[in-house]
């Protein structure tokens, strides 16, 4: 995924550990990249959010 998004390998596992947080257009284009819209991504009352969505997919793609 960090490649498809025009980064290096790193990228997306420093924004999953909490070492980096993504520019509002980097979180934009993360958003495109998994299909969703950035209010179904915050959307707390969805039972299983987008975050465990996304965790399930199991880090670098």
């Not at 934009?28 to 996304?54: K, R, W």
Request: one cysteine or more; a negative charge.
């Amino acid at each position: 995924m960090s490649y498809d998004l025009g980064h290096g390998k790193s990228y997306m596992q420093n924004i999953s550990s909490g070492r980096a947080m993504p520019s509002f257009s980097e979180f934009l284009y993360i958003c495109a990249y998994f299909g969703i819209t950035p209010m179904a991504f915050f959307n707390e009352e969805n039972p299983l959010p987008m975050l465990v969505l996304i965790g399930r997919l199991g880090g670098e793609q």
